[in-house]
């Protein structure tokens, strides 16, 4: 992991410009189970400082299945497993993490309660919401699927997150809006597959690319 990130998103711009950088024995496009759209993989190897990354999690297809399984589930799911956790043999602790789950409850962060902007987070016109800070992005969506009980009659509400775990000394990667935007480009890029392997009307309302048009919060001055 490189030492500035802000200067990792600098490099990999400028590799992707050269046409370098490209990891031969492993293709970053295969990175999440192939959820990852061509943006998608320049922003993992931005924000890892590298395009040698390995992954792990149980993928797109088992993800779609635990979404149908706990809508059709009577009760609250259980507990979501990871989907993708991708790491660096240079810093195997640390690394991006993405969850897609079945938001239930149907909270947002967006919902008046907390002044995220004084925390730093930033909000965006996309889905039902996304929102991002230097440490995590969220994405919420609403979708209609013949695969998705009763989501015909209400849009059934999936959330997905992207973590950025890098556990040594508690850096985290500069505050800046390139940082945001690279984790909403790998977050939009992983939930667009998701929705269009569950069949949602309308890609559940998500662009084929991601949008960065800041939002005010609730309450915001």
Not at 32 to 38: I, N, R, V
Not at 141 to 148: A, I, Y
Not at 164 to 174: E, L, S, W
């Amino acid at each position: 992991m490189s030492a500035s990130v802000s200067t990792a998103l600098a490099l990999g711009l400028l590799l992707t410009a050269c046409g370098g950088g490209e990891d031969q024995a492993s293709p970053p496009a295969q990175k999440c189970d192939e959820t990852l759209a061509p943006a998608a993989v320049d922003a993992v190897g931005s924000l890892l400082g590298t395009r040698e990354s390995d992954w792990a999690g149980i993928g797109l297809d088992r993800t779609v299945d635990v979404l149908i399984e706990d809508q059709a589930r009577e009760g609250r799911p259980p507990g979501h497993p990871s989907m993708c956790e991708v790491t660096t043999d240079a810093s195997p602790k640390s690394g991006i993490d993405v969850d897609v789950w079945l938001n239930d409850s149907g909270s947002l962060y967006d919902d008046g309660t907390t002044k995220w902007w004084n925390q730093g987070r930033s909000l965006y016109a996309m889905g039902r919401e996304a929102s991002a800070d230097t440490k995590s992005a969220a994405l919420f969506v609403g979708c209609s699927s013949p695969r998705l009980k009763g989501s015909d009659k209400q849009p059934t509400s999936i959330g997905a997150e992207l973590k950025f775990d890098k556990p040594v000394k508690g850096a985290y990667p500069a505050d800046t809006p390139a940082t945001r935007e690279a984790y909403l480009t790998v977050l939009h890029s992983v939930t667009l597959a998701v929705v269009k392997e569950l069949g949602c009307e309308n890609n559940a309302g998500l662009p084929e690319k991601p949008v960065f048009e800041a939002k005010k919060w609730r309450g915001q001055p």
